[in-house]
């Protein structure tokens, strides 16, 4: 590979010195303040700028200590490439180059057909969790809980490790990084108030603050824990280092099996990583028999165009988030919606009951799709679950054909009923419209501004973001003022309502049938939908490689941001901050919409259900008089039986005293005849009545 390492640690004689000391105590006051109890709802904001303040004052006292290369990555691609023909990876068919906007990727050098398996890496290219636990990570590994329980945050540290290793096999790969992303890790300030209001913003300051915790812990281990000692990190270990080494894992982690295939494990997949993202199906999975990543063409491609692999079914805040990109034709766009059925409601149970039976919990996180129709299946089932009255909650409830009818609820085919229809989608617009209010600017707003020539890569990110999220919400409430309009023409002209059939049953567990109700819990549902294309494409992987033993390698599951407490990165927040306005008044007031909105849609049947109440309390009266009397009955008849078996065990108990009388005057009747007996006599009259009271004592 001819090159020797040209790593060095830059120091600029700009900077003073800053002691040990000084530098603890930063780091100390940084992981305090990260590790404090979460802001109350509104602080969030406060919170995020007084950390990157922090961080920030750290910067500044670490400027020019960042380990650095020499040149640039597009010097060492000759190198990388060469490095992958040594270790048995294939590099003919291909070439890396630059395609302006999109960055560097691969290109075809000659045409590839759809399906042909055109590109292979072999295991030891890969840095794994495993090849962290086997490098001079192992020993703290061993020892610290953070590393042992997030392969993300090992696979950071092990790549600044081997970055910092002028003998590392990983050379090739890691001088080919790039020197920064554009994860909003590395958004300034400004930049990131554009994503205030959006759906994105708790996650953004959660992965900063997450990220400056790690560092902050991190700092603090290797300078004084005993495992550490070796670490190449001990004397140059800035926030911009790990800053780089989170966001280089975050961008291209994927999971591969172990080397026996028992379980999966984080890996960084060099020359493979260099292909960008457009739509598509997975194309990528893992040989276990040949022990290599193995990727086919997701279609044709002509010599000298660019080849693509496709991510995942990501959002574009989980791109922008993750992988630092927005995708402009994005099929699998959505914003996140927090429905629930409140406690508080007189149809609650039933509700609950009939949501339990399709599998869908009372309160979840839905998703509304850039698609048409906005909502899954799952959010409709929901929706006419919702919006039922008592009458239609126990046609699903009781009756012979209730549970085979739950199977109709996330079909399209089978309303509920027109009224239940009408209201369904009259909710959703209504909710879609008021979720657009949260926004502080229009749409038309955000295009303006994008117009803009001189706006930061950053901030036109962050805007086609937030502009790409109301337009979802646009859609949606366009979709649900349609589907009503169409609905009440339904009710009105008197339409007959398709009925559910028995017959119907193989239609709905049909495979191709219209958006079918699956039963199982809800995810965060893109997970499992995740998984499943992930199996298809599993499946179609090997059918092009024959009987290769194939095992799926996730290709674009990029994880969230890494941090000592997994569940705090997906936590969900339907409201943010909004800027000027207060946001506890801002909370108070969307929750009375909501009230408002309920209240419109429950009206119609309020009457109706406080006669149908007050007919139930009748009811249920008379059943409790009737229960009270029964019971009452049923005491007495137990208190008779209790007295008979008292009466009985007295009289076994007499009958058992008088013989044990007549027993004990037996013996002595004949102990005074055998008085004259010999001692042998006596010995076994002794005998006898040994025997005998055993036999007593026996009955």
């Known amino acids: 590979m001819g090159k020797k390492s040209r790593v060095k640690t830059q120091k600029s004689g700009a900077t003073a010195a800053v002691s040990p000391k000084e530098m603890m105590n930063l780091i100390s006051e940084l992981l305090q303040k990260c590790s404090s109890a979460a802001p109350s709802a509104g602080k969030e904001w406060e919170e995020y700028v007084q950390i990157r303040t922090l961080v920030e004052k750290i910067r500044k006292k670490q400027k020019g200590m960042s380990v650095m290369f020499e040149g640039n990555r597009e010097e060492f691609f000759s190198e990388l490439m060469a490095w992958a023909a040594d270790c048995g990876a294939s590099c003919d068919g291909f070439e890396i180059s630059n395609f302006a906007d999109e960055g560097y990727g691969l290109k075809a050098t000659r045409d590839i057909k759809a399906e042909e398996l055109f590109l292979w890496i072999p295991r030891k ?73 959006t759906q994105a913003i708790a996650d953004v300051l959660s992965q900063y603050k997450n990220t400056a915790r790690q560092y902050a812990y991190f700092y603090k281990v290797i300078q004084t824990h005993p495992n550490a000692s070796k670490l190449p990190l001990k004397d140059a270990f800035t926030f911009d280092d790990y800053r ?203 295009r303006t501004m994008l117009e803009k020539p001189d706006l930061s890569l950053h901030s036109r990110t962050a805007i086609k973001l937030r502009l790409a999220e109301k337009e979802i919400l646009e859609r949606a409430a366009s979709s649900g003022r349609a589907k009503r309009l169409h609905f ?122 406080e006669l149908e109440e007050k007919e139930k309390g009748e009811l249920e009266e008379e059943e409790k008089e009737k229960g009270e009397l029964k019971e009452k009955g049923e005491l007495e008849e137990e208190e008779k039986e209790k007295k008979v078996e008292e009466k009985e065990k007295g009289e076994l108990e007499e009958k058992e005293i008088g013989l044990q009388k007549e027993e004990e005057k037996k013996k002595e009747e004949e102990e005074e005849k055998d008085m004259s007996v010999g001692s042998q006599q006596e010995e076994n009259s002794s005998d006898k009545r040994t025997g005998d009271e055993s036999k007593e004592n026996e009955d």
């Open 125 to 197: 290219m890969l840095m794994t969790v495993e090849s962290a636990k086997n490098s001079i990570l192992g020993p703290l590994y061993s020892q610290d809980r953070i590393l042992q329980a997030m392969g993300n945050v090992s696979l950071a540290l092990h790549l600044l490790c081997e970055r910092a290793n002028p003998a590392s096999p990983w050379l090739p790969y890691i001088r080919t990084l790039p020197t920064h992303y554009d994860t909003p890790l590395y958004f300034h300030e400004d930049e990131v108030r554009y994503l205030l209001a």
């Open 244 to 446: 780089w080494a989170v966001s280089s894992v975050m961008t291209r982690q994927n999971q591969i099996p172990t080397e026996d295939g028992s379980r999966v494990t984080l890996a960084l997949i060099p020359l493979w990583d260099m292909c960008n993202h457009t739509n598509g199906l997975i194309t990528t999975g893992y040989n276990l028999e040949d022990d290599r990543c193995e990727c086919v063409a997701l279609q044709d491609y002509k010599e000298n165009q660019q080849i693509y692999i496709f991510y995942g079914t990501r959002s574009n805040a989980e791109f922008v988030i993750h992988n630092g990109f927005f995708f402009e034709d994005n099929a699998h766009d959505r914003v996140k919606i927090k429905l629930g059925v409140s406690k508080s409601e007189r149809l609650y149970a039933m509700k609950a009951e009939v949501l339990a039976r399709a599998g869908i919990p009372s309160s979840s996180i839905f998703a509304l799709h850039c698609s048409d129709p906005p909502i899954s299946a799952q959010l409709l089932a929901f929706l006419r679950v919702f919006c039922m009255t008592e009458e239609e909650l126990k046609d699903y409830l009781v009756g012979e054909h209730a549970i085979n009818k739950i199977f109709t609820l996330g079909n399209t085919e089978f309303p509920v009923s027109w009224d239940n229809e009408i209201k369904l989608w009259t909710f959703l617009e209504t909710r879609a419209s008021l979720l657009l209010k949260t926004y502080k600017t229009t749409s038309e707003d955000d």
């Open 488 to 609: 009440q023409q339904q009710l009105d002209e008197g339409a007959a309502l398709p009925l559910y059939e028995e017959s119907d049953i193989a239609l709905l567990e049909n495979a191709d049938a219209k958006l079918p109700i699956i039963l199982r819990k809800l995810e965060e549902e893109e997970e499992e939908e995740e998984d499943d294309e992930e199996r298809s494409a599993e499946k179609e992987l090997k059918m092009a490689q024959g009987d290769a033993i194939g095992v799926p390698l996730l290709n674009g599951e990029r994880k969230p941001t890494v941090g000592p407490d997994p569940t705090s990165q997906v936590e969900e927040k339907e409201k943010v901050e909004k800027g000027e306005l207060d946001d506890e008044e801002k909370e108070k007031g969307e929750l009375e919409e909501e009230e408002k909105e309920k209240g419109e849609l429950e009206e119609e049947e309020k009457e109706k259900g």
